[in-house]
């Protein structure tokens, strides 16, 4: 297709490059023209990604062999740190979607103070548009370079923010408990990662230390109006996909849960990917594997003046590539769906 | 779509039923008009299956609720044994994939002997095609009925069928050591498929007993032509999707398992669906999840004459409602891949 | 040997009755003597639990069936609400630990609140000792009676009771987000507990409504010294064995989760089974797998004035039968940690 | 324990080392002085494994750290390859079970050709006696340096051997089709063996390549009383434990399967370890997981003339740590079983 987005995806030896491929093999507006991994440099993506041989693709490079004369549109899913360099060496025409955690943050203190540096392109830094599309819509259409969100933060934010900007919940001891699949920590060759490391058990990582954290005070903060600190705890499952993120909140005085259930319906009733679930269903991560899907719960709690509100995600879709898509889809305008119409994957 | 084919699927409660929906909601010829399931009756198909929310479906119904005039083709879906009697009631002029094994031995006394009683609609058995579409497709095209082959068939056949007709494999001794993903056992509440009866460990069950054995033997004699009796043992595995069929096979005279590689590149040379792995390559069941693909790998064995074909498929895909709708196309002058064109969702 | 403690075990074809028998058999003080299962009686328990052949064990019988006159002692894992009757109905000189919740409240009302009706041995549930055995020591050694305690409630109260009691944290506000392995729902068959519905996924369940949520505040009640409602939130783990509470508090003012670690490793530090873990590392469930530990970890917060702490075990056994054991040691004067000094298994 | 055996461990920070932690703390006639582990050297032991945290333990050493004199018996744990020099260096009058396939292979020339490179202890490898325990006691209970079998070889010898020495089955074409646990890889952080990549999968690896090959093929030429070359071929497993050998033979003239599962009971009949399970039943790895069991059971075949053999046990005991043991205890007069006693863990 002459007319098709001429796309390059930096970063494809990573699950998130990887699930890039897997979804845009299958969007009409979009020609996979490059692709990069500086140590796979060479080989056919369906050496590193079995999955994905059978479709016409280019073979891995390095990001100095592209040609960005021939690219339209970026996708960066390179590892944290390294991102910044890499963006602000690109042709400033070029529109990019970065996965990682370095433009997230707007604050440059915040960043220097959870990543242990200095930010390298404060100035992008400036320009970027965090990728939350349901609440940030407008934003991401006029962006040329959209930050997509973490994926805790996706899971966390959706079901909060709404509910901050209305006033229906308190910003403060807002407790997060999140639950995320082994394939959130990427595909590098980690001991912790190992089969027999994650399988048939759970533990808490990152406690009170975790990296989304800011991020989603950040977001949580804006909707609040006011500086929110909160608990973000994560846990790592013995599963590859999904995240769950438990969120325990206060009322707002004389609000109950069913308000809570209420405004979420009306705030996401036009949305595509994220649906309220009726009242007393709990959202399962299995049931949007693979999927583009958030599914959020309300719930009364037992203690008076609070309430319990559960969302899950596909941590690589998402929480990930999917949104990164989504993301892409508004910047060049075409509908928003687009290459995300897939149902998930049960069992 | 005014002029989309109005498709009823039977048995939509279990698992192909609706892995069958997953699949249509994104075929753009395809309407579907009934889903059924005799005791979820009345109950819309998200509160069965939570994951397929969100798409505008009718809810579940009774057969005897279905009008058949605003259907143009059916899916049965239906447990073994129940369906012949539910085929031979609907009206003649309907299309029907059958997945169900009712109609995939045409010899009626083999049907007799392995289900313990005679077939209930012998004509139908006699007209049904089996519906292999890789070695069966001019068939498949022609045909108003089709049984869809059983999943282990499917991953079996695949790679034996055109080495026995160019005699390139002998046809005595084969070994079918198969193991599969538990979904293939249904989601009926049963004891030895709870979670705990099945994570972290492997067995084999229905040793020199398992129906699919004549089903294989069938094909394997057809193309060897002359009656086969084989080893088929199937293994249950931990985990949700895939079969992996390790077959174990003698050399023609003279044949080395790089000539048998040739043969199936060849055999499958232009299929979208069956991919033959490069030598010293092993396929991996997690790389075809979700998708109708099977891939094949040959190797040499270590002892002279003998040779070793691997092959995977997705059960629920390949091995199930994926290959019906492959069928469906076929019978409808569909593009063949049409609706089965996701890529494999790994990890 | 002639001076064995004769054991009866009451429901041996479900998980916990398994768990008995498998840490009973190398128990040096005791011989079973008889087991029970209603449906499966006549049986070996090998057919029915094929990992305990190769002992030397009575057949299945029901209960009725049973001599009691060659018995000393009998451990009751029946299903909640059968127990009460078959406990009444037992020669009081028996010992008896119930694995069930039958007596482990108190409190009336509240059981009929919870599980719909009047207790029916109300004699026996004021009689009963609840057999959290760290914190109620001294009366189960003289009880007759022992309620074993569930295994969220074991997981939960060993870290709150010490610091309730001492003051350390607040009674109000406390969050426990608890997680478990899927063998706490036992053997039945279940749609909800099959494989394909639990792995590779994860979802609450019982939220705001789970029976251990008075169980536990029963307990942290009285450490309390007042009524304490709390927020109890299950969910349901893609393995099979494990609990891990993830447990939010506030602190007392002034006080710190270093002040909380310090007391409870001092409650703790004569303790065989429960374990508090070094500043920083948290606990996992995979690493209490098989044996009767309780870790604990303690972390402050991001958020001022709150601290987390996490607690392991594994449900099967310090939450069911391990405990059962450590209960009828003290009853009988038995070393406490006999029959339970197995490490744990990993991976 | 004055009189206790003092033990070292080499290689004490890999999952066979850990296991053999694991059962050795609870052998009375044991006391463990020593562990090493090159790249952990000071570290407690519970910080490596924290499931053996709570045990008396001696911290991590170099090898070169270890004080000999204080050392009566030597598990050697280390990677193979790297095993010869370190057991040459140490004083000959230690007994030694080495976990490593250095000194299984009796035949230097096989040794060389499968491990690239000639062996480097030529004198040990012929004094070395190879620890099938089942099959080889009596050589056992009189040698110093014991090779510990590997998990493949000894699911597969124990079925086979005792059948081929009474000439039941034929030597010629036996087919070995045997399913691993991840453990079996080690906890070397390979990308290979992370979660993502093993979970809701299955496949083949080292496909009429792997060294497991030519050790089960001494065991089985010996047997024979001739060469033999036989198919091996394992696949991966998506759990940590077990390994399942589902072995296809041919009978000798006139023999039928239940011939051969009455000599297997014959030849097992003596035995702790091993049991050979009724007609009709299917071994499970899941029924031996944590043991140092083997459970076997004999099918007919369909095909006229064959039979099948399955055999379970747990890698990480039957299959390396706990037949360690079992040889310890014949070389040091101890009864067989001890400290192997306890039941395997199910679920």
Not at 46 to 74: C, M, N, R, S
Not at 111 to 131: D, I, M, N, S
Not at 173 to 200: C, M, P, T
Request: aromatic share 6%; glycine share 10%.
């Amino acid at each position: 297709m002459s007319t098709a987005l001429r796309v390059a995806i930096l970063g494809a030896s990573g699950y998130t490059g990887a699930e890039l491929v897997r979804l845009l093999v299958r969007h009409p507006d979009v020609r996979l023209v490059a692709l990069t991994a500086e140590r796979q440099a060479g080989k056919p993506l369906a050496e590193v990604f079995p999955h994905l041989g059978g479709y016409d693709l280019p073979d891995l490079v390095k990001i100095d062999q592209v040609d960005w004369d021939g690219v339209d549109f970026v996708f960066c899913a390179l590892p944290h740190g390294t991102t910044q360099d890499v963006i602000a060496s690109l042709p400033p025409r070029l529109k990019v979607v970065d996965l990682s955690a370095d433009f997230r943050l707007h604050d440059v203190e915040t960043y220097a103070t959870w990543y242990g540096h200095a930010h390298k392109a404060p100035e992008l830094q400036a320009e970027a548009v965090y990728g939350l599309v349901e609440d940030n819509r407008a934003a991401v259409k006029a962006a040329r370079l959209v930050a997509n969100p973490g994926c805790y933060p996706t899971a966390s934010q959706l079901p909060l923010l709404p509910l901050l900007r209305q006033g229906l919940i308190l910003a403060d001891d807002i407790i997060i408990d999140a639950k995320s699949g082994v394939s959130g920590a990427g595909r590098d060759a980690k001991q912790a990662n190992l089969y027999g490391e994650v399988a048939e058990g759970v533990h808490a990582y990152g406690v009170a230390g975790h990296r989304h954290a800011p991020e989603i005070e950040q977001g949580v903060s804006e909707a609040a109006g006011k500086p929110v600190v909160l608990n973000f705890t994560p846990h790592l499952m013995p599963m590859s996909r999904g995240i769950h993120a438990s969120i325990y909140v206060k009322l707002a005085p004389g609000k109950t849960a069913d308000d809570l259930r209420a405004a979420l319906v009306d705030a996401y009733k036009g949305e595509t990917f994220v649906r309220v679930l009726p009242a007393g269903v709990a959202p399962q991560t299995r049931h949007v594997k693979g999927s583009n899907h958030c599914l959020i719960g309300v719930f009364p709690d037992r203690v008076p003046g609070r309430a319990i509100l559960l969302s899950v995600i596909d941590n690589l879709v998402k929480g990930a590539s999917g949104q990164a898509i989504q993301n892409m889809n508004l910047m060049m305008g075409y509908p928003e769906d687009r290459g995300l119409e897939q149902a998930p994957l049960f069992p």
